[in-house]
């Protein structure tokens, strides 16, 4: 039984940093993607930024592309994302989901449907 927790959301003022945490516990695969997915209020949900578990290869979304960062810290069980240079269009509900597979190409583990368990999000509010 997987649970992810996300945490680090909080305000922030454009142009900020913040960064978000996921904890992971239960059977996480050892060759599958992990990311982070956003949804802004009245927004479709969307995917910023992948790794997988294996061996912590990334992929980004040009909209976060050399301002996020993701991480996995395979010891403490935690995937992370670093966000810089934050935009005040990207208030959003952040997750951290995980797949049960890696994806070819890696940008499919951001499409919609791919990701099969969810943690709860945490909110992240950015303001002018």
């Known amino acids: 039984h997987v649970q992810l927790v996300e945490s680090g959301g909080g305000s922030v003022q454009a142009g900020g940093s913040l960064r978000l945490s996921c904890a992971a516990s239960g059977d996480i695969s050892s060759s599958a993607c992990m990311g982070w997915f956003r949804q802004a209020p009245g927004k479709a949900r969307e995917g910023v930024a992948a790794?997988?578990?294996?061996?912590?290869?990334?992929y980004y979304a040009d909209s976060v592309k050399g301002r996020f960062t993701i991480s996995i810290d395979k010891a403490k069980h935690t995937i992370s994302l670093q966000m810089n240079s934050q935009k005040a269009e990207t208030t959003a509900v952040y997750s951290c989901p995980t797949g049960l597979a890696t994806a070819a190409p890696m940008s499919a583990c951001l499409a919609p449907g791919f990701m099969n368990i969810w943690g709860q999000g945490t909110q992240v509010s950015v303001s002018p």
């Open positions: 790794a997988y578990t294996g061996d912590a290869s990334t």
